[in-house]
């Protein structure tokens, strides 16, 4: 992330338009804190490097060799867990993948607009909108398609149509020509949003003759001072690579033919689930040339037994992982050490655990998980 010069510097032009000795900044998903440290260079009076990984804790190093102080806090734990005092009036976070639609991306920064910052602070970037074009790209769909559907060794992959072909990939090729101008699927400004979960119906005149092998996705975020961020596919440095989304089959096209395409991007816990349903119409007898119904839940692997699991009417009973689970947090209480909570987990659990070693990293990955600070 920090060799795509591209992002930093405008970022980095971004923050110097609105960080001031008053400022107080929130950097939602600090990752190394380089956006905390340069927040803290311009002068910001409070910088919270907010990061659920532990690589945050190495930012300690450079706080400690600039002076910075109290004005640098650290706080290595999930957005949605924390309270802040006082609150940040700006706030800047790169939490994206090949889309902001990403992970819990956009749930995190509604909630941390809605409890982290004061009213009227300055969110970046502001808005950010996700695109789609017709693309044309030989290599890509050889690649992340037709490969997987060849025989090798008398071999098949079992439902490989249904598998590789109902699932976005991110891909880049230096072979990908757009057929048509972009359209617009989402634009979301995050001063405003509260929507995770988007659809749209695209229209798409073809404008110049190819094959037709899927849609390619890219996003484009705007920061103040004009600056920008995009993974377009004439951005060849982005650190983030962009979606394709393939059609089932390539479809040869001709100027004025028209695409529709119904895009459906449903977030649930965590994940987005995508759909796109594409109709390709023949400008010449106006006849519809191909039409698919492509979608993420048709390349999932029904888990039967998780359904089953998942059911209101399933009367659960707790496993022997359950019980290990149970036993242990009955004993973190204040009052018993983590080496002895081991000694008596792998007594009570014979032959359960190789070796109290492994009893004892159960315990430290409970102790870590549900232990009080
Ligand atoms: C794409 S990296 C960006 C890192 C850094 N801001 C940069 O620009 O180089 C996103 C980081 O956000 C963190 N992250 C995502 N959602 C978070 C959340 N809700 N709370 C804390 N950290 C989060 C991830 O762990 C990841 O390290």
Redesign the pocket.
């Known amino acids: 992330?920090?060799t795509d010069t591209n992002?930093?510097d405008a970022?980095v032009g971004a923050l110097k338009t609105c960080v001031g000795p008053d400022s107080i900044v929130l950097?939602?998903?600090?990752?190394?804190?380089?956006?905390?440290v340069i927040a803290c260079e311009l002068g910001a009076q409070k910088v919270y490097a907010?990061?659920?990984?532990p690589?945050?804790r190495l930012v300690d190093e450079v706080a400690r060799e600039k002076g910075y102080g109290e004005r640098l806090e650290i706080?290595q734990?999930?957005?949605?867990?924390?309270d802040l005092d006082p609150k940040a009036d700006i706030l800047?976070?790169?939490?994206?993948?090949g889309f902001p639609l990403y992970?819990?991306?956009l749930?995190?920064i509604i909630?941390?607009r809605e409890r982290l910052l004061k009213e009227d602070a300055v969110i970046f970037p502001a808005e950010e909108s996700v695109l789609f074009a017709v693309s044309q790209s030989e290599q890509i769909y050889r690649k992340h398609v037709e490969t997987y559907l060849e025989e090798r060794h008398g071999f098949k992959l079992p439902s490989g149509e249904r598998l590789v072909k109902n699932r976005p990939f991110n891909a880049r090729s230096d072979d990908e020509v757009l057929l048509s101008e972009p359209a617009q699927f989402a634009l979301i400004d995050h001063r405003t949003n509260s929507r995770t979960s988007f659809r749209k119906e695209l229209d798409f005149e073809i404008n110049r003759p190819g094959i037709a092998h899927g849609l390619r996705g890219w996003f484009e975020s705007r920061l103040p001072g004009g600056f920008s961020v995009s993974n377009a596919i004439t951005e060849k440095n982005s650190?983030?690579s962009a979606p394709f989304f393939p059609f089932e089959h390539p479809v040869s096209v001709e100027p004025r033919d028209t695409v529709k395409a119904t895009i459906n991007a449903v977030y649930e816990e965590g994940n987005y689930i995508w759909s796109w349903q594409t109709k390709i119409v023949g400008a010449v007898k106006g006849l519809p040339k191909a039409e698919f119904g492509q979608s993420m839940m048709a390349s999932m692997v029904p888990d039967t037994r998780s359904a089953l699991r998942r059911s209101e009417f399933y009367t659960p009973g707790l496993g022997i992982e359950g019980e290990i689970d149970k036993f242990v947090l009955s004993k973190i209480d204040g009052a018993n050490m983590s080496g002895d909570i081991a000694d008596e987990l792998f007594e009570r659990f014979p032959g359960r655990f190789a070796s109290l070693d492994k009893a004892a990293e159960r315990v430290y990955f409970l102790v870590e998980r549900y232990a009080e600070e």
């Open positions: 992330m920090l992002r930093l970022y950097d939602l998903g600090a990752g190394t804190g380089v956006f905390s907010l990061e659920i990984n690589l945050i706080v734990k999930l957005s949605t867990q924390i800047v976070s790169d939490i994206h993948g992970e819990t991306g749930e995190s909630d941390a650190t983030y």
